[in-house]
């Protein structure tokens, strides 16, 4: 990624001095830059490093979060004046942003998010800034340039103070969770329920990204279900370990949704069915105890176009959860977040890109604090979708397809429209054991119920 970007700053004609631990890297790195070459200084020591630097200097820290930042961080400070700036482009973990911003007076710095995996890092991330505006200020020409454009303008931007943009990172991070385990739950409807061939199936996703999912999370999904593997010439996703990855920032959105109270129970769903997959010799165990669970769906039961819709829904409450979730931090820690402007940067260059998110920008700049689903464009997917994605998770409950993520979507779509939910048992059982109090509906001011000092 750090080498990816550095070619990629090189080649909007800004000179970059590099550094790698190991100075055998850096060498490999500078020899294969072919004509960009002569604009990367490769040095080997943080000393040649930093007086390679034009002052007043920004430095781009590319490592993994964590302890490796404060590592760099305390080796670069002596070296560094005032009005230097350090900034991490890792997924940092938000929390540590903010107290890197505030621990650091004697040296800027800036914490971005920058998404699109190695090609976007070389051809044009999504940019995502925290810290001090007139430090963004002061780097974002270089920035800007580096960033993918949509039609013409740089999908980066300053989201706000301290951790902010790592923060919507994060967020970021935990709507592709969720994007990809919907994805993945119909792919197993179409695998383990009506038994296609994963050709056939990389064929119906593209079909799907010609329609309004397109995305780059679909596009790639076509991709790896059509590709051969090389040793065997079988489906490569038919020969991949069933078990999930990650590197933390999609757990760090729910952990932080919880603190928020912020509801985003598909992308909880999703940090879940990850750990869960994890989890290989008990699920073989419970195969071999209880029956597979998945089983064939009679083909008259699923349509392409019951797959797409639901699909469709399904993205919207994510996308709704993910900016629910921003909107809640914004408040609660005074950010002041640009919900039109994080709609506006994901449109190119990040994992998440997809065709919905011009229309979630405009949603956004007509009224910010509206939940998306209510926009008038995203409640007519969802009333369009929400029966398709319905009908799914009955046939997934029927026939044995766990869709934790879209079911929880469902549920949270059931519950936004529903004006008298059920907690008023869980009210009066507070009051009842704990005489916790409750408010009324009918105006009479008193707060107990007739238990009132018979609870345990
Ligand atoms: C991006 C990605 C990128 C990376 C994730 C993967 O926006 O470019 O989100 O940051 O792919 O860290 O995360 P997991 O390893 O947790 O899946």
């Keep these: 990624m750090g080498s990816a970007l550095a070619l990629n700053i090189a080649e909007k004609g800004f000179p970059i001095a590099v550094w790698n631990r190991k100075p055998g890297v850096t060498r490999a790195f500078h020899d294969e830059a072919g004509e960009l070459a002569e604009r990367v200084i490769p040095t080997e020591t943080h000393e040649e490093l930093v ?38 482009a890792g997924n940092a973990n938000f929390h540590d942003t903010d107290r890197r911003v505030r621990a650091l007076d004697d040296v800027g710095f800036l914490g971005i998010g920058v998404s699109g995996g190695e090609a976007g890092a070389r051809h044009g991330p999504a940019i995502m800034g925290g810290g001090e505006k007139a430090l963004w200020d002061r780097v974002s020409p270089i920035l800007e340039a580096i960033a993918a454009k949509f039609e013409g303008e740089p999908c980066a931007a300053w989201m706000g103070r301290e951790g902010a943009g790592h923060f919507v990172k994060a967020v970021h991070n935990g709507i592709e969770y969720a994007d990809m385990q919907m994805i993945a739950e119909v792919y197993g409807v179409m695998r383990d329920g009506l038994g296609l061939k994963a050709e056939a199936i990389g064929e119906t996703f593209a079909r799907f990204n010609e329609g309004a999912l397109q995305s780059y999370l679909i596009e790639i999904s076509s991709i790896v279900a059509s590709a051969a593997d090389t040793h065997t010439g079988q489906p490569m996703i038919d020969l991949i370990l069933d078990k999930a990855g990650q590197k933390g920032t999609g757990r760090w959105t729910a952990i932080e ?89 994901w449109r190119e260059g990040c994992i998440i890109r997809s ?48 869709m934790p993520a879209l079911s929880s979507g469902l549920s949270y779509f059931d519950t936004m429209r529903t004006a008298r939910g059920t907690a008023n048992m869980i009210q009066a059982q507070r009051d009842y054991f704990g005489e916790h109090g409750f408010e009324r509906t009918d105006g009479i001011e008193d707060s107990h119920g007739p238990w009132h000092g018979h609870g345990v």
């Excluded at 997959?277 to 392409?304: H, L, T």
């Excluded at 008038?376 to 994605?389: C, M, N, T």
């Design 51 to 88: 007086a390679a630097i034009a002052k007043p200097r920004a430095i781009i820290l590319m490592v993994p979060a964590g302890e490796p930042v404060d590592e760099q961080i305390a080796k670069l400070r002596p070296l560094l004046d005032e009005d230097d700036v350090i900034i991490d």
């Design 355 to 402: 065709a919905m998110l011009d229309d979630m920008a405009a949603a956004l700049a007509e009224d910010e604090d509206r939940n998306l689903m209510l926009a008038p464009v995203f409640a007519r997917h969802l009333r369009e979708g929400h029966v398709a994605l319905r009908e799914l998770v009955a046939i997934g409950a029927r026939y044995g397809h766990p």
């Design 257 to 345: 949704a919880q603190h928020l109270a912020a509801p985003i129970p598909a992308i909880e769903a999703a940090v879940v069915a990850r750990n869960l997959s994890s989890r290989v010799a008990q699920r073989r165990a419970g195969e071999d105890m209880f029956g597979a669970a998945p089983m064939e769906i009679p083909a008259d039961k699923v349509s392409d176009e019951m797959l797409e819709r639901a699909l469709i829904a399904g993205k919207v409450l994510c996308y709704a959860q993910g900016f629910d979730m921003i909107a809640a931090a914004s408040e609660q820690f005074g950010w002041t977040l640009p919900l039109p402007e994080i709609a506006k940067v």
